[in-house]
């Protein structure tokens, strides 16, 4: 009997995501309990559901393209001449108009068969050739049986074998009560005894589907799903995509005495995925802090003299303007809440609702939980008294986009809905730990080292309105990945996938032999070194990357950092120059010096809560950095952390920093002189960080 491997493919309107899980023959799963591994695309955990073809192509049914004539995901949002991109078109699948259908088919097509080709190429390091392989296809709750069958069909027929078909709610359901239904127990918002209902809401950008769910004795049960195939209400993210667009697009006609018509004209198509990375990153934050967006940078960066909106975006231009789509939402929570009372005569209304769970891309908007809760009512009213009573019975997923690619990986998981935590020696092993015999590596007797074991296990990913819980960090046993290794095990590999047991990469493990630039040009000369490194996949299990690591890991697009991760060494990623986004996770307490120096890529920082200290010449010379965003409460900012970069950077400054260094921003030499304008600090009336913007006249706003 061979070992299991899950892959589980969600499918989506704007982005795509899979994820694989593996399980012995035991049926138990390999390593850490919730540990999935990720697909990547572009060195990117998810992909754009993008398809690039030729501009002078007819799609018919028996239409065949070579590889090299397509584009997919990002690349396919690049614009070429001579090329159009398609997109969307998941939600074409069911459309009324079979010249419509058919294409979407046909692209559908085409881009399952681009992520078989990607999954083939990293499969080798998923496990082993005899495993035998366990697919699932996602949907909408709303897609009828045809479509169904269609998507299987579809995902057999791009390469996969042994292909099931599961429903978006049903997957996301599992993924977030295996992640979180301990603690929902331990909180007292699932019953140990007795049966407890749950709303469940998964937002996407094409769809919302909802299910409601009966957990009783440990198990659930999805009642029903909704919306069905008859109910025109799709309620997706894309259509406030739209709105935007429009918005910009109308604003830009408005002046145009500055902006050119060829900018104007075919704004949306040409801009929307712009628009797209402005409403996430930007509008959806801002509006939740109830504040206001003055300006869409992608605009106003090109044309500076373009004044800003008038009046700003708030919340009530906001909700002004998209007034119809919003009434949509209560409908759609009605019509499931009466569709499950004509199905299920025990089902007990309303009232009998207990707890909300959100999870979908689209599930960050703030006006979300505010009608649930009945705080807003302005776009029609939604009855459910136990949540109204309690708003922290709505709970969010922290890592909403791929909840569903999750939950299909999670199949072959057996329940642990215990309200105790589980005994070490209850746990499976992973196969380092079946060699060893130590489950708990060096510390195997030390008390502390089994309690935090314990606790790893138990890992949440929820968010509720009453602030953020960050997810305990499980222990794991210490093993070094060390330079001789990497040369052994990676030597000419450009896509690298680090095993789950590795804690620890060594000094200088990926990285040239040395500093300065002689080092540089002539270490390939003298050792033999991994080169053309692209993509690199850490183990959720890291916690220290080591001085130097991947130093001077010139085609390394973009790496992400674990949750957990403790430390990264002095110039970890220094010379990184095609690294383009990182994001910080607060388990890092300090970011070393020169760790990101020389990135002349980076162009987005997010440091999240939980950061204290970012470190000397941290992010100096990274000459593209244009966004940087710090969350939390950070104790110090040190000398020229940012020094070299940018000078059209704009800082957000969530919270605030105690001290920051007189120099921390050096950009230029402007700045000596006190001309520096164009960087931007964004942050609250009265923080240190405001005393800082004004004292060195860099511009401040709030």
């Known amino acids: 009997m061979s070992a299991k491997r899950v892959i589980g493919i969600d499918f989506g309107t704007s982005n795509s ?16 309990r919730l540990f999935v591994s990720n697909i990547l695309f572009d060195g990117n955990d998810s992909v754009p559901t993008l398809v690039q073809i030729p501009d002078d192509i007819e799609i018919t049914p028996e239409l065949e393209l070579k590889e090299e004539d397509c584009e997919f995901g990002r690349a396919a949002a690049v614009e070429q001449p001579g090329m159009r991109t398609w997109r969307d078109f998941k939600t074409d699948l069911e459309s009324k108009d079979p010249g419509i259908r058919m294409r979407a088919r046909w692209l559908t097509r085409l881009f399952l068969k681009y992520i078989y080709r990607q999954y083939q190429t990293q499969s080798i390091h998923l496990g082993d050739g005899t495993d035998e392989e366990l697919v699932y296809v996602s949907y909408p709750a709303k897609y009828s049986e045809e479509n169904r069958q269609f998507m299987i069909q579809a995902a057999k027929d791009a390469g996969f074998s042994n292909v099931r078909g599961i429903t978006e709610p049903e997957a996301a359901v599992r993924a977030f009560l295996v992640q979180g239904e301990r603690e929902l127990r331990q909180m007292g918002l699932l019953h140990a005894d007795g049966a407890s209902y749950l709303l469940f809401l998964d937002m996407g950008a094409g769809t919302t589907d909802l299910a409601v769910c009966k957990y009783e004795n440990g198990s659930t049960q999805i009642i029903s799903t909704w919306p069905d195939d008859r109910t025109n209400i799709y309620f997706g993210g894309k259509d406030i995509d739209q709105v935007l667009s429009g918005y910009v697009e109308a604003y830009l006609r408005s002046n145009n005495n500055v902006v050119p018509s060829y900018f104007t004209d075919h704004f949306s198509e040409k801009y929307i995925d712009a ?11 801002t509006l939740k ?32 303007t998209c007034k119809q789509y919003l009434c949509s939402f209560p409908e759609l929570v009605n019509g499931c809440l009466a569709h499950t009372r004509e199905i299920d005569p025990d089902f007990p209304g309303t009232d009998g609702i207990e707890l909300v769970l959100l999870t979908g891309g689209h599930s960050q908007w703030y006006f979300i939980p505010e009608i649930l809760t009945g705080k807003n009512q302005a776009f029609g009213s939604v009855s459910l008294p136990q949540i109204q009573s309690e708003p922290a019975r709505v709970r969010l997923s922290g890592k909403p986009q791929e909840m569903v690619a999750v939950g299909m990986v999670y199949d072959l998981l057996k329940s642990d809905h215990s309200g105790e935590a589980v005994k070490p020696d209850e746990q499976e092993q992973s196969i380092e730990e079946q060699n060893t015999g130590n489950q708990y590596g060096k510390d195997q007797n030390s008390q502390e080292s089994k309690e935090q074991f314990r606790s790893g296990r ?7 309105e009453v602030g953020d819980k960050p997810s305990p960090i499980p222990y794991y046993q210490e093993k070094v990945l060390t330079r001789e290794e990497v040369k052994q095990r990676f030597h000419g590999t450009k896509n690298i996938i680090i095993p789950e047991e590795y804690t620890t990469i060594g000094e200088n493990a990926f990285g040239g032999t040395g500093w300065g630039a002689a080092g540089n040009a002539f270490a390939g000369l003298f050792s033999k070194q991994v080169t053309g490194v692209e993509t690199v996949q850490l183990p959720a299990g890291l916690r220290h990357i ?30 990184c120059n095609s690294l383009q986004m990182v994001t910080i996770p607060g388990s890092v307490k300090k970011i070393s010096r020169s760790a990101f120096e020389d990135c002349k890529g980076l162009k987005s920082v997010i440091i999240e809560n939980g950061v204290e200290e970012i470190g000397w010449r941290a992010f100096r010379y990274c000459d593209s950095l244009s966004s940087v965003t710090i969350k939390g409460h950070v104790k110090k900012i040190c000398e020229e952390a940012f020094g070299g970069s940018n000078v059209f950077m704009t800082v957000v400054i969530e919270d605030d920093v105690e001290n920051i260094d007189v120099d921390a921003f050096a950009i230029a030499f402007a700045y000596r002189l006190g001309t520096l304008g164009e960087m931007e600090i964004r942050c609250r009336r009265g923080s240190q960080a405001e005393k800082y913007a004004i004292n060195r006249k860099i511009k401040v706003s709030y």
């Open 289 to 320: 802090r109830n504040k206001s967006v003055p300006y869409f940078s992608a605009v106003k960066n090109p044309y500076p003299n373009l004044p800003d909106f008038s009046p700003a975006i708030g919340r009530k231009e906001f909700e002004d």
């Open 275 to 285: 628009v797209k990375a402005w409403k996430e990153v930007t509008v959806s934050r």
């Open 458 to 464: 138990d890992l949440v990913y929820g968010k509720s």
């Open 17 to 32: 995501v899979v994820r694989v899980k593996r399980y012995g023959e035991d049926g138990q799963p390999f390593g850490d």
């Open 546 to 575: 080591g001085e130097m690591s991947f130093f001077d890991c010139k085609n390394i697009k973009s790496i992400k950092l674990p949750q957990g991760l403790l430390t990264i060494g002095d110039s970890a990623f220094k010379g």
